[in-house]
């Protein structure tokens, strides 16, 4: 196996690890050539077309060429699976650097694969837990219940034994793909080379830090294939909302889990988007969206460790019993869960509602969690308190505080796109929005985008990873209500927020205070001080920089007056050349002299500039 922190080309797989996977070096090349083709197309077309005056051929054909680029990298990853496919995914979401031709192509690119033979997946659980699988099971179903570019799903029930120490017997068993820590660390391999070509391509590198994404990328892939680590935030989520009787997450058999085997309680229930089941057993789908628009912002803003990945699949509403009568269609309370219909806690956000709540949402697939660092965090709040008040150049100034902006950047478009946007479609439900004409929707998307690629832009992967969670939830909520409106699920929080940060404002504002009365105080005498300089003759100016920059402006005067002398001369010995060819001859040769002095005067510049 290759050491996934090489660039160099790894070694041919061993074992299982190659039996339906390409030979990890083809794999390797495979992907640097696809690279290498790209990078090839792009330099031809954005840098070699301009420079022969063939910008129009360029432009002209570029939707096209992105297209059919990111439909061509679609089926690379879905011919080598493994980690390219999280690699599309990612590049999806990547819609600070990437053009909307290439991300909406990959948008639809699902981790769906063919299910690895029963027979291989079992060699590889027997290895990790160390016993048979009827040993380490009651029962273990052959037949997948999912099957992923990294692993896949098994339902098992536990043995007496084990059911006793958990408190359930029914369980998910995710067991990784058989080889695919080999496969991983030849994509990252691979993938970091491309990083490097990047670095060095100076139009690219001026508009993103490829081997930083490459890095942030690699240790969230790291992440999702150690099942320890699935397994820890699998527990802190729970942990979070214990007591929350909104909220479930699945149990952890730690006895069956090692880095490659995962052992949860099984908590399938009604999928979240499945509206009949819902209405079935008695659940308005308006208050499952209300309740989920809830929780996914109490993840984002109270605990600051957020579920990155809450598509359908990962979330499940559960039906309680209410008051010991079962309601229509309900399931039973579902074993092995973390929090159970634990009592409502006082002041919760729940209210009353959840005094005697009749569901709650149970989420599962802990392997893409986003953690929120308190100074993101704060530019969080003051972004959302901006968006809650339509407020674009806040936001601006926000994004610059969380550092997705540089410094540097030249802000005023995306101000006024920002005012913009809000002033027309601000406070608008998906139900108003429908029937906006999509033509607006095209030109107002079209702008905006324009307007972020223009500018020095890099979201950092865990602010990506929050931008996809809040994506999902609302395009989640639009499907279970019609009528939903984000803008009233922020607006609480948005509230609470400017009540918090009011303290730390008043504070910020006598520490100001006192440091301009401090200014004010000693403002006098260094006034004094200067005039008194001034007076003595000491006070002296640094000119140097000025006269070396005035020198350079004169010296691209000269040039330029040179240029335009050879080009003079130049047309003027070919116009007289066949009327007089001796003075055309010498008119042109003559014109030789200010071309050289247009070309190298600046080569040899005497003294520093």
């Avoid at 052959?142 to 098992?156: F, I, M």
């Avoid at 490659?260 to 008695?282: E, M, P, W």
């Avoid at 985008?449 to 992967?461: A, F, H, K, N």
């Avoid at 404002?505 to 105080?521: E, F, H, K, P, T």
Wanted: charged share 25%; proline share 6%.
């Amino acid at each position: 196996m290759v050491d996934d922190r090489s660039p160099g080309a790894p070694a041919k797989p061993t074992g299982a690890a190659g039996d339906q996977a390409p030979p990890l070096r083809a794999r390797y090349r495979r992907i640097l050539a696809f690279a290498a083709r790209v990078l090839v197309q792009t330099w031809w077309f954005e840098l070699a077309l301009p420079r022969l005056g063939l910008t129009g051929v360029a432009e002209s054909s570029r939707e096209r060429r992105m297209r059919t680029l990111a439909q061509r990298f679609h089926v690379l990853a879905v011919e080598l699976g493994g980690l390219m496919i999280k690699v599309g995914q990612f590049m999806s979401s990547r819609l600070d650097v990437l053009p909307p031709e290439i991300t909406a192509e990959l948008a639809g690119l699902q981790d769906e694969v063919p299910a690895v033979p029963v027979d291989r997946i079992r060699v590889l659980a027997e290895a990790e837990l160390g016993v048979p699988l009827e040993r380490a099971f009651a029962s273990f179903d052959e037949t997948p219940l999912a099957a992923a570019s990294l692993g896949q799903a098994h339902r098992a029930r536990l043995s007496d034994e084990d059911a006793a120490v958990t408190g359930f017997a029914d369980v998910v068993v995710k067991v990784q793909r058989p080889g695919i820590d080999q496969v991983v660390a030849t994509d990252l391999a691979a993938l970091r080379r491309v990083g490097g070509w990047l670095r060095r391509i100076r139009f690219v590198a001026d508009r993103v830090d490829a081997p930083a994404l490459v890095e942030e990328f690699a240790q969230t892939s790291l992440e999702e294939i150690d099942y320890l680590h699935e397994a820890a935030a699998a527990e802190r989520f729970a942990e979070n909302f214990a007591g929350d009787p909104r909220v479930d997450a699945p149990a952890v058999a730690w006895e069956r889990t090692t880095r490659r085997v995962l052992t949860l309680a099984d908590v399938t229930a009604i999928k979240i988007n499945d509206v009949d089941a819902l209405r079935a057993a008695g659940i308005d789908p308006a208050d499952v969206a209300r309740v989920f628009a809830e929780v996914m912002f109490d993840q984002l803003f109270t605990h600051g460790f957020v579920h990155a990945d809450p598509h359908p699949g990962n979330i499940f509403v559960t039906p309680h019993r209410a008051g010991g009568v079962g309601m229509p269609g309900a399931a039973p309370p579902v074993p092995g869960s973390a929090t159970g219909a634990a009592p409502p806690v006082p002041g919760s956000a729940t209210g009353a509602d959840a005094a005697h709540p009749a569901w709650r949402l149970t989420f599962i697939d802990f392997g893409m969690m986003a953690e929120v660092p308190e100074g993101i965090r704060h530019g969080l709040r003051t972004l959302f308190i901006a968006a809650a008040s339509r407020d674009g150049k806040g936001m601006v100034a926000a994004a610059q505080e969380i550092g997705v902006l540089m410094p540097s950047a030249e802000n005023r478009e995306l101000e006024r796109a920002l005012s913009a946007l809000f002033a027309r479609f601000g406070g608008m439900g998906f139900a108003e929005l429908r029937d906006v004409d999509p033509r607006e929707f095209q030109g107002f998307a079209e702008e905006f985008g324009d307007t972020m690629r223009s500018l020095p832009v890099q979201l950092p992967e865990g602010l990506l990873l929050l931008i996809r969670a809040v994506s999902l939830t609302s395009g989640m909520c639009s499907g279970l209500d019609p009528q939903f409106n984000i803008w009233e699920s922020i607006e609480p929080y948005a509230t609470r927020l400017l009540a918090d940060e009011s303290g730390n404002l008043v504070r910020d504002l006598s520490q100001q205070a006192m440091s301009n009365a401090g200014i004010l105080w000693r403002l006098p005498k260094r006034i004094d001080d200067i005039i008194t300089r001034v007076d003595e003759g000491s006070v002296t100016f640094d000119t140097s920089r000025i006269e070396r920059r005035l020198d350079r402006i004169d010296g691209l005067v000269r040039r330029g007056v040179s240029a335009l002398l050879f080009a003079a001369l130049l047309i003027a010995g070919a116009l007289v050349l066949t009327a007089n060819p001796a003075l055309g001859i010498v008119l042109m040769s003559v014109s030789a002299l200010p071309l050289l002095h247009a070309l190298f005067a600046g080569l040899f510049r005497r003294g520093p500039r």
